[in-house]
């Protein structure tokens, strides 16, 4: 960096597997830090033992509380501190946005320096639309609340991410496709390592190959969107407004009802229904 950085909160993203994706301009930020906010001591140490800085550690993770947010908070206004996550992008379905959120409260400066993360790296090797996407996080673990989640984003138009486990993914692969339909998929894992890998197929075929051999390594499961739904035929629209009349509907009401059940011009509608009417 030109200059010594000024005091605040830098959320400060770090490799997913391979060391050298570290930015440097990453680098010279930690090293230059004052505190380091690690949500792993032991994992952020060799990162920090990497890049050669000697820089003094505390933890922030799940269990942080009000009062550690406190403490941290109040040397932001005097010292530099990167918020890193043991892998990829802090917050990403990490720890953190709290702080930022008190950071911000108090006045004081935060800072991104951007970088590695899991979700957006399999993305990109998935072979499936990127134009919009939801992340996920990961799926709740009990049987029940995992298909509630599922059918909340069952309809929506875009591709879908989120993070497993080895033992899990298998299962999480059969809820998917019993919640979304078989559709197409990629599971991609061990990402920027010696190991990397991504295989793609049906939700239904990926969930058969790993049935049996849970793999090993951080997992993140890609699902393609909906299919388009085909455009009604002139048959549909007459079947749907027949029972519509039959059911003593008006043709005006038949129409408007059909209309929005098909995604059909109202006014195609209702001239169709008069003339079943005659």
């Known amino acids: 960096m030109n200059q010594p950085p000024s005091p605040g909160l830098y959320i400060v993203a770090t490799p997913i597997g391979n060391l050298g994706d570290l930015t440097v301009r990453a680098a010279d930020l930690l090293r230059s830090a004052d505190l380091v906010l690690a949500e792993d001591k032991r994992v952020s140490s060799r990162l920090l033992s990497h890049i050669g800085a000697s820089v003094p550690m505390r933890t922030y993770n799940d269990h942080s509380d009000t009062a550690d947010r406190e403490a941290i908070v109040a040397r932001l206004g005097y010292e530099v501190v990167a918020l890193v996550s043991d892998a990829g992008t802090p917050l990403i379905s990490d720890p953190g946005y709290k702080l930022v959120r008190d950071a911000r409260a108090a006045g004081h400066q935060i800072v991104t320096l951007p970088g590695p993360c899991a979700a957006v790296a399999a993305m990109t090797l998935a072979g499936l639309p990127t134009d919009r996407?939801?992340?996920?996080?990961?799926?709740?673990?009990?049987e029940k609340?995992?298909?509630?989640?599922?059918?909340?984003?069952?309809?929506?138009?875009?591709?879908?991410?989120?993070?497993?486990?080895?033992?899990?993914?298998?299962?999480?692969?059969?809820?998917?496709?019993?919640?979304?339909?078989?559709?197409?998929?990629?599971?991609?894992?061990?990402?920027?390592?010696?190991?990397?890998?991504?295989?793609?197929?049906?939700?239904?075929?990926?969930?058969?190959?790993?049935?049996?051999?849970?793999?090993?390594?951080?997992?993140?499961?890609?699902?393609?969107?909906?299919?388009?739904?085909?455009?009604?035929?002139?048959?549909?629209?007459?079947?749907?407004?027949?029972?519509?009349?039959?059911?003593?509907?008006?043709?005006?009401?038949?129409?408007?009802?059909?209309?929005?059940?098909?995604?059909?011009?109202r006014k195609r509608a209702y001239e169709r229904a008069l003339e079943l009417g005659r």
Do not use: M, W
């Not at 939801?134 to 009990?142: Q, S």
């Open 133 to 142: 996407f939801l992340f996920l996080g990961f799926l709740p673990p009990k």
């Open 145 to 265: 609340a995992r298909a509630d989640a599922i059918a909340e984003v069952a309809a929506i138009r875009a591709t879908l991410t989120l993070y497993e486990s080895g033992p899990r993914l298998s299962a999480s692969l059969t809820a998917l496709a019993a919640g979304l339909g078989n559709r197409d998929a990629a599971v991609a894992r061990e990402l920027t390592k010696l190991h990397e890998e991504c295989v793609t197929g049906t939700l239904g075929e990926l969930a058969a190959r790993y049935a049996d051999a849970p793999p090993r390594g951080e997992i993140v499961i890609v699902v393609g969107p909906p299919a388009e739904a085909s455009a009604p035929t002139e048959d549909d629209l007459d079947a749907a407004l027949r029972s519509a009349l039959a059911a003593g509907e008006s043709p005006s009401r038949a129409a408007a009802a059909v209309a929005l059940q098909l995604g059909v011009r």
